[in-house]
């Protein structure tokens, strides 16, 4: 009685699984905004909540190899990466960053800039 309870736990845990799986893979392929990113060349398969994390796992220098030269040579001198849950797109060419850096179109900054305290006097 006690390994067909443990049967089943298991079956629903791995049922939960895969459900969440298979809506993971329908989100990132019908939301709006994976749609747009995805016409950004980078790398194709990242997993949920980790993204390409495992792609740049090491020291330092395996990260800047991998954005500077890997990932460049690959996908060419602009290219979008997921770390965690989140998006970022590489930018390798100056030309193209002065294009972007004297637009006046977008110019607040992320929310990732809102650092508690900061305007204080010190």
Known sequence: MLAYGFCAAV?????????ALLG???YIHISPFHVTVGRIPGPRFYLP???????????LDHVLHTFLQTWTGRYGDIYRVF????????????ELLE??????????KGVS??????DQDL
């Open 11 to 19: 079956g629903t845990v791995g049922l939960f699984l895969l459900l």
């Open 24 to 26: 993971w893979w329908i």
């Open 49 to 59: 909540l980790l993204g390409n994390i495992l792609e740049v796992a090491g020291g």
């Open 83 to 94: 770390l965690g849950s989140h998006c970022y797109v590489g930018i390798s060419s100056p």
């Open 99 to 108: 294009t972007i850096l004297s637009s006046q179109k977008v110019i607040d």
């Open 113 to 118: 800039y809102d650092i508690p305290g900061w």
